[in-house]
């Protein structure tokens, strides 16, 4: 629009007299006013840059993606932004009549933030100058990658729950029918001579052992993939936490670890599945037992705020290398030998269906502690206290 005046007016320029040539140039300027407001409102970030990197203009969406300052403009930028190849994106020598390519990129940026930004740059035509210019546009496509992650997990826990379903009917059926047969060969054996009886006796042991752990794997396996929707009822969770301890004292006593509860006189109650929430006290127990295996002590710190009750599992025992912590909740991730790599995806996930948070903290040598919050079944509300009213004069 405002291009095609310019011309329009450059050819007849000699026509003018100076009060129309004031009047044309005012329209001229209401017309830039217009691209510009149009320019500085828009989401994306426009520059136009030299093919030395002078930056010739950026609108404010450009400066907020990137950082620079608008002082900057007339200035190079090759520096300031040095990580944005800008080499490449200027680089005019392959052109061929006039500028036709497009060349787009996406590249990711920690400063002023952290972003994905994806980058179109078109050269600007009808330039005689031997200093090419380029339009640059900038778009923000952070929350689009952040929503191909989400898909693309979702999609990989439909393909785990599909193979959930056939491993249930492969694999389930025959570890059934081979339990059975060992139990009757563990029958057969008892009425062999002593001699032979008790290295058989302990081959069957060990393959009644393994079908079991396998068995185990499949169960967790199951429940990670098809959680059952918990049943919440409002539950004192010290007193779930009481019944899970009383499992594990014996195992508690023979690996010497030394096991505290600190629990203020009143804790509220919670909507919770006692079941489920046993299961989440336990893995963590477990977890922290097998963090300890030279003895240790384990603590357990209740605690509560207006919206969630708190309980802190802390144990003093290996902690959790700082390279591995970001990915302890992922299925199939474990750093033991024997592990499936599923208990903490399972209480993660249990606890986010109790409308809860998890929280972990570790130190490699020093121990870690694992946060559960879980919502209270009666929010309490805080009430602002009233500033008496003034009396009104007379």
Same mark, same amino acid.
């Given at each position: 629009?405002?291009?095609?005046?310019?011309?329009?007016?450059?050819?007849?320029?000699?026509?003018?007299?100076?009060?129309?040539?004031?009047?044309?140039?005012?329209?001229?300027?209401?017309?830039?006013?217009?691209?510009?407001?149009?320019? +500085?409102?828009?989401?994306?970030?426009?520059?136009?840059?030299? /093919? @030395?990197? *002078?930056? $010739?203009? =950026?609108?404010? #969406?450009? !400066?907020?993606?990137?950082?620079?300052?608008?002082?900057?403009?007339?200035?190079?930028?090759?520096?300031?932004?040095?990580?944005?190849?800008?080499?490449?994106?200027?680089?005019?020598?392959?052109?061929?009549?006039?500028?036709?390519?497009?060349?787009?990129?996406?590249?990711?940026?920690?400063?002023?933030?952290?972003?994905?930004?994806?980058?179109?740059?078109?050269?600007?035509?009808?330039?005689?100058?031997?200093?090419?210019?380029?339009?640059?546009?900038?778009?923000?496509?952070?929350?689009?990658?952040? +929503?191909?992650?989400?898909?693309?997990?979702?999609?990989?826990? /439909? @393909?785990? *729950?599909? $193979?959930? =379903?056939?491993? #249930?009917? !492969?694999?389930?059926?025959?570890?059934?029918?081979?339990?059975?047969?060992?139990?009757?060969?563990?029958?057969?054996?008892?009425?062999?001579?002593?001699?032979?009886?008790?290295?058989?006796?302990?081959?069957?042991?060990?393959?009644?052992?393994?079908?079991?752990?396998?068995?185990?794997?499949?169960?967790?396996?199951?429940?990670?993939?098809?959680?059952?929707?918990?049943?919440?009822?409002?539950?004192?969770?010290?007193?779930?936490?009481?019944?899970?301890?009383?499992?594990?004292?014996?195992?508690?006593?023979?690996?010497?670890?030394?096991?505290?509860?600190?629990?203020?006189?009143?804790?509220?109650?919670?909507?919770?599945?006692?079941?489920?929430?046993?299961?989440?006290?336990?893995?963590?127990?477990?977890?922290?037992?097998?963090?300890?295996?030279?003895?240790?002590?384990?603590?357990?710190?209740?605690?509560?705020?207006?919206?969630?009750?708190?309980?802190?599992?802390?144990?003093?025992?290996?902690?959790?290398?700082?390279?591995?912590?970001?990915?302890?909740?992922?299925?199939?991730?474990?750093?033991?030998?024997?592990?499936?790599?599923?208990?903490?995806?399972?209480?993660?996930?249990?606890?986010?269906?109790?409308?809860?948070?998890?929280?972990?903290?570790?130190?490699?040598?020093?121990?870690?502690?694992?946060?559960?919050?879980?919502?209270?079944?009666?929010?309490?509300?805080?009430?602002?206290?009233?500033?008496?009213?003034?009396?009104?004069?007379?």
């Amino acid at each position: 629009m405002a291009s095609g005046f310019f011309d329009r007016l450059v050819s007849r320029i000699d026509k003018l007299d100076p009060e129309s040539l004031q009047m044309q140039m005012i329209h001229l300027a209401k017309e830039r006013g217009f691209l510009e407001a149009v320019f +500085q409102s828009i989401q994306e970030g426009l520059m136009v840059i030299d /093919n @030395a990197g *002078k930056l $010739l203009y =950026a609108n404010r #969406a450009a !400066e907020q993606i990137t950082g620079i300052d608008a002082s900057q403009r007339g200035r190079s930028i090759l520096r300031t932004l040095r990580e944005w190849d800008w080499e490449h994106l200027l680089d005019t020598s392959d052109d061929v009549d006039g500028w036709s390519q497009l060349i787009t990129r996406e590249v990711e940026i920690t400063y002023p933030e952290h972003r994905f930004i994806s980058i179109y740059a078109v050269p600007l035509l009808g330039q005689d100058s031997p200093d090419k210019e380029v339009l640059v546009i900038l778009r923000d496509v952070t929350r689009d990658r952040q +929503q191909e992650v989400s898909n693309l997990e979702s999609e990989r826990y /439909n @393909a785990i *729950k599909m $193979l959930a =379903a056939g491993v #249930a009917h !492969e694999i389930g059926n025959p570890l059934n029918a081979i339990t059975i047969h060992l139990q009757l060969l563990a029958r057969e054996i008892r009425d062999l001579p002593p001699e032979s009886r008790d290295s058989l006796s302990e081959l069957v042991d060990v393959a009644q052992t393994e079908v079991s752990r396998l068995d185990t794997i499949i169960s967790q396996f199951l429940r990670a993939v098809r959680p059952a929707k918990p049943v919440l009822v409002p539950e004192h969770p010290e007193e779930v936490l009481q019944d899970t301890l009383r499992l594990l004292k014996t195992e508690c006593e023979n690996r010497r670890i030394a096991v505290s509860i600190d629990i203020p006189s009143s804790v509220p109650s919670v909507l919770l599945d006692r079941s489920q929430i046993k299961q989440v006290f336990f893995n963590l127990f477990k977890n922290a037992l097998e963090a300890m295996p030279d003895g240790g002590n384990l603590k357990v710190v209740f605690g509560s705020t207006d919206g969630f009750v708190d309980i802190s599992i802390i144990d003093n025992g290996q902690g959790i290398p700082t390279e591995e912590l970001g990915r302890i909740f992922e299925p199939y991730h474990t750093t033991k030998t024997k592990g499936t790599g599923l208990g903490l995806m399972i209480v993660k996930r249990i606890i986010e269906d109790h409308g809860g948070e998890i929280e972990v903290a570790s130190k490699p040598g020093a121990g870690t502690c694992f946060k559960i919050r879980l919502p209270r079944s009666e929010r309490r509300i805080r009430k602002l206290s009233a500033t008496a009213p003034k009396p009104r004069e007379l």
